[in-house]
T-cell receptor
Framework: QKEVEQNSGPLSVPEGAIASLNCTYSDRGSQSFFWYRQYSGKSPELIMSIYSNGDKEDGRFTAQLNKASQYVSLLIRDSQPSDSATYLCAVKGGTPLVFGKGTRLSVIA | DAGVIQSPRHEVTEMGQEVTLRCKPISGHDYLFWYRQTMMRGLELLIYFNNNVPIDDSGMPEDRFSAKMPNASFSTLKIQPSEPRDSAVYFC?????????????FGAGTRLSVL
């Protein structure tokens, strides 16, 4: 059974701080990793993808991947209240993505 | 592109009734996925299709659930008979196989309430 684990939160950070979201996965053969953001009552939307070890930066977002430790993280710099949402980690080994249950982030103004 | 289109957006029905959810994937995408999301269980994959053919339906909870994809631009998820525990948000997603970067795009979802 392929599993993706996330802390459900809520993770509360003050506005302007760095939010750090973490995810571990069980399938060592996983090749691609994704972070989706889901606002309350909305559908998941992709914000980051990564498939090589190391860091990948896109604006205020940085995805970090460590395949040896089976660990992927998302850093959000200069957090804004508009970043308050649930963040879903998704892992691809075979064709279907395996999603974690998500971490709820709350950015306090 | 209009994105993945789902209908209806909201469905309220009574226990025992048949429910049909509809999905139009993004044109050119050859994978289609049906998910169910609840607070308790998160986002669960129910079934997925490749080139209109069902590949894995192991996530379908019971025989009351069925899904079809008669052509590349349309899919349905049917629940018959519906039960209160089927109340959830049902998402359809589609993707194009592009190697490692197999990005799934989600529809707006159908919020189902079974009374």
């Amino acid at each position: 059974q392929k599993e993706v684990e996330q802390n459900s939160g809520p993770l509360s950070v003050p506005e302007g701080a760095i939010a750090s979201l973490n995810c571990t996965y069980s399938d060592r053969g996983s090749q691609s990793f994704f972070w989706y953001r889901q606002y309350s009552g909305k559908s998941p939307e992709l914000i980051m993808s990564i498939y090589s070890n190391g860091d990948k930066e896109d604006g205020r977002f940085t995805a970090q991947l460590n395949k040896a430790s089976q660990y992927v993280s998302l850093l959000i710099r200069d957090s804004q209240p508009s970043d308050s949402a649930t963040y879903l980690c998704a892992v691809k080994g075979g064709t279907p993505l395996v999603f974690g249950k998500g971490t709820r982030l709350s950015v306090i103004a | 592109d209009a994105g993945v289109i789902q209908s209806p957006r909201h469905e309220v029905t009574e226990m025992g009734q048949e429910v049909t959810l509809r999905c139009k994937p993004i044109s050119g995408h050859d994978y289609l996925f049906w998910y169910r999301q609840t607070m308790m269980r998160g986002l669960e994959l129910l079934i997925y299709f490749n080139n209109n053919v069902p590949i894995d339906d192991s996530g379908m909870p019971e025989d009351r659930f069925s899904a079809k994809m008669p052509n590349a631009s349309f899919s349905t998820l049917k629940i018959q008979p519906s039960e209160p525990r089927d109340s959830a948000v049902y998402f359809c997603a589609s993707s194009a196989q592009t190697g490692l970067l197999n990005i799934q795009y989600f529809g707006a979802g159908t919020r189902l309430s079974v009374l």
